[in-house]
């Protein structure tokens, strides 16, 4: 078969240093039973190994040519689409092997899509393990009062419990990338506080839109325009407010729009 080459537009870097994939296969710990979902398996890197250990993988692949020779494995089910416009309920429906555990190494221009994209099926998750652009998980794993703490902070860590666990140099890639990469693990939290999603990501969203400035002038007046009557310290800038401020202004805000 001939040599696959990597394609600029799908964001496309090959993992290829095998002491780091073992490292990475490792902290997914697979066992047999599994029910794994792969997003961008590429040239098969973590496939094969995790294949080791599971006896079923479904794996998420854009690219045509990738996607014929990922079929050549009779253990891997292959779904060639935009991960985008994948369905992850009709997925986790297929299986009766309980809840997914999603792993990848994810497009670096489409990352933070991807990650709110799973958003919405979280209560279907057990775990994720993602490979993604350093700064992106230090952003994820981001505490107050941080330049990394924002918009992304807020929404994953309201769903998930995350830590970054180690760092991928652009010399286990083909082609390197430009970037240094990492390992994220994030489990969904069992009992998430509850709130309208939307209501929070439009909170957060006008919260950071002028970051440096204090919230008065930015989601103070949203508020005022929301006719919300309670009270929240608007003296501050958005990376000064805790996760769990912006979940319980998000359950203010709903219940006084019910009233």
Not at 176 to 205: C, G, N, Q
Not at 216 to 241: C, I, M, P, Y
Request: proline fraction near 6%; hydrophobic fraction near 45%.
């Amino acid at each position: 078969m001939k040599m696959h080459i990597p394609r600029k537009r799908f964001g496309q870097h090959f993992l290829s240093d095998n002491g780091m994939i073992a490292d990475i296969v490792a902290a997914i710990a697979p066992a047999q039973d599994d029910f794994m979902v792969e997003i961008g398996p590429g040239l098969g890197a973590m496939t094969i190994p995790l294949l080791a250990e599971l006896s079923h993988l479904t794996v998420i692949e854009l690219d045509r040519d990738l996607a014929v020779r990922l079929r050549q494995n009779n253990k891997i089910a292959v779904i060639e689409a935009d991960v985008l416009k994948v369905d992850f309920q009709t997925i986790a429906a297929s299986s009766e092997a309980g809840r997914m555990r999603v792993v990848g190494n994810l497009p670096y221009n489409i990352s933070s899509p991807i990650l709110f994209h799973l958003l919405d099926v979280a209560h279907l998750v057990k775990d994720q393990h993602f490979m993604l652009q350093k700064e992106v998980i230090d952003r994820m794993v981001a505490k107050p009062s941080t330049s990394d703490y924002g918009r992304l902070s807020v929404m994953l860590q309201w769903r998930y419990e995350m830590q970054s666990l180690f760092h991928v140099p652009p010399a286990c890639f083909d082609p390197p990338p430009r970037v240094m990469s990492a390992i994220v693990r994030m489990l969904p939290r069992p009992v998430p506080a509850a709130l309208e999603v939307a209501r929070l990501s439009e909170i957060v969203k006008v919260a950071f839109s002028q970051r440096r400035k204090l919230l008065r002038h930015t989601l103070g007046q949203w508020l005022e325009g929301k006719n919300f009557a309670g009270s929240f310290d608007v003296q501050r800038r958005a990376e000064e407010v805790p996760v769990s401020e912006y979940i319980q202004l998000a359950q203010k805000a709903q219940l006084a729009a019910s009233q």
